[in-house]
């Protein structure tokens, strides 16, 4: 008797390994998926312009990595506390307009760099419900009077020729996943999230089935109708639960990964536990011997970037001998 019903994705037609570099944009669920990925030691830069919910911002945010013009003192706008911009995470804000400046134009460098490097792109659909500003579809609304601002959802053909036009432009060439973010947006009301949700699925299926190199995995599928229970959710019943999220990224660790990735992982993420572990005798003989081991280990692996755990190894070594 089976009282759950298990998701079995299709073959992953490129897998993801560690001689890949990767270039994630999206959701907050894209940003955790990536922070596993990085934590695993896979070449991955996300979200260079911070998080990114709707479909029209993450491809605005593609289009500016590929162009690489500088960010324009007139893009901006100040709240009477920071100068902001409407495409840009709040993180990138300041009081200082030439401070906001750099900062941006640094994360627009580093997405221009991580795209022009990267041949996997992982791309998370957060919602189809926008908020347009001047006639322009924003990434973060900085919480600026609703007034200011249309809502509205986007069309699924919008969407599909919006990426269309990427797909065949800077994004050629390169293997891109997509995924809809499980995260639930409850500000919409349940029919407007489901709505939401199942018009980024509908464009996510048109571009996998138009396009060779796109390729759908379904995470929100695995969170709602796998695990289906929400025991899943955390307290505010919109994020997945940390069990959640776990079993999700095994998920992905079975279906995308490469073989040669999935034989390495175990020792990689137990190599990056070693270094999280505190000892109960710091100074002892046996912790020493257990911090040599440790760097005996990483270098079995030349490749990866174990640098800040080498150096914590070494440091270990020095200050106890």
Same mark, same amino acid.
């Not at 269309?164 to 432009?169: D, T």
């Not at 109960?280 to 970037?305: N, W």
């Given at each position: =008797?089976?009282?759950?019903?298990?998701?079995?994705?299709?073959?992953?037609?490129?897998?993801?390994?560690?001689?890949?570099?990767?270039?994630?944009?999206?959701?907050?669920?894209?940003?955790?998926?990536?922070?596993?990925?990085?934590?695993?030691?896979?070449? $991955?830069?996300?979200?260079?312009?911070?998080?990114?919910?709707?479909?029209?911002?993450?491809?605005?945010?593609?289009?500016?990595?590929?162009?690489?013009?500088?960010?324009?003192?007139?893009?901006?706008?100040?709240?009477?506390?920071?100068?902001?911009?409407?495409?840009? @995470?709040?993180?990138?804000? &300041?009081?200082?307009?030439?401070?906001?400046?750099?900062? =941006?134009?640094?994360?627009?460098?580093?997405?221009?760099?991580?795209?022009?490097?990267? &041949?996997?792109?992982?791309?998370?659909?957060?919602?189809?419900?926008?908020?347009?500003?001047?006639?322009?579809?924003?990434?973060?609304?900085?919480?600026?009077?609703?007034?200011?601002?249309?809502?509205?959802?986007?069309?699924?053909?919008?969407?599909?020729?919006?990426?269309?036009?990427?797909?065949?432009?800077?994004?050629?060439?390169?293997? $891109?996943?997509?995924?809809?973010?499980?995260?639930? @947006?409850?500000?919409?009301?349940?029919?407007?999230?489901?709505?939401?949700?199942?018009?980024?699925?509908?464009?996510?299926?048109?571009?996998?089935?138009?396009?060779?190199?796109?390729?759908?995995?379904?995470?929100?599928?695995?969170?709602? &109708?796998?695990?289906?229970?929400?025991?899943?959710?955390?307290?505010?019943?919109? @994020?997945?639960?940390?069990?959640?999220?776990?079993?999700?990224?095994?998920?992905?660790?079975?279906?995308?990964?490469?073989?040669?990735?999935?034989? =390495?992982?175990?020792?990689?993420?137990?190599?990056?536990?070693?270094?999280?572990?505190?000892?109960?005798?710091? @100074?002892?003989?046996?912790?020493?011997?257990?911090?040599?081991?440790?760097?005996?280990?990483?270098?079995?692996?030349?490749?990866? &970037?174990?640098?800040?755990?080498?150096?914590?190894?070494?440091?270990?070594?020095? $200050?106890?001998?």
């Amino acid at each position: =008797m089976k009282f759950r019903t298990e998701i079995e994705p299709a073959p992953a037609r490129a897998a993801i390994g560690y001689g890949n570099r990767i270039l994630a944009l999206g959701s907050c669920f894209a940003a955790t998926l990536s922070e596993r990925l990085s934590r695993a030691k896979f070449h $991955i830069s996300a979200n260079p312009s911070g998080v990114l919910f709707n479909p029209l911002s993450i491809a605005r945010a593609i289009r500016s990595y590929a162009d690489a013009g500088p960010v324009c003192r007139e893009e901006l706008f100040s709240d009477g506390e920071c100068w902001r911009h409407y495409a840009f @995470h709040g993180d990138f804000s &300041d009081p200082d307009p030439d401070e906001a400046l750099r900062r =941006m134009n640094a994360a627009r460098q580093a997405g221009a760099e991580a795209l022009r490097g990267a &041949d996997r792109v992982i791309l998370t659909f957060g919602t189809a419900w926008v908020f347009e500003h001047d006639g322009e579809v924003v990434a973060n609304c900085h919480r600026q009077p609703a007034a200011e601002f249309v809502r509205r959802r986007l069309r699924v053909g919008e969407i599909v020729e919006a990426f269309a036009q990427l797909i065949e432009g800077p994004l050629a060439g390169k293997e $891109i996943l997509l995924t809809v973010s499980p995260v639930r @947006h409850l500000a919409d009301g349940l029919a407007g999230n489901s709505l939401s949700k199942a018009t980024l699925r509908v464009a996510a299926g048109e571009l996998s089935e138009r396009f060779e190199t796109v390729s759908y995995y379904p995470a929100f599928e695995i969170l709602t &109708d796998d695990l289906r229970d929400y025991r899943f959710y955390a307290e505010d019943l919109v @994020h997945p639960a940390p069990q959640a999220v776990e079993y999700i990224w095994e998920r992905v660790a079975a279906d995308l990964l490469s073989e040669e990735a999935r034989r =390495m992982l175990p020792e990689v993420e137990a190599l990056v536990a070693a270094a999280a572990h505190r000892p109960r005798h710091p @100074h002892g003989e046996e912790h020493r011997a257990f911090c040599r081991q440790q760097l005996q280990r990483i270098a079995a692996f030349p490749e990866l &970037d174990f640098r800040s755990e080498a150096e914590y190894f070494r440091r270990c070594i020095e $200050i106890n001998s």
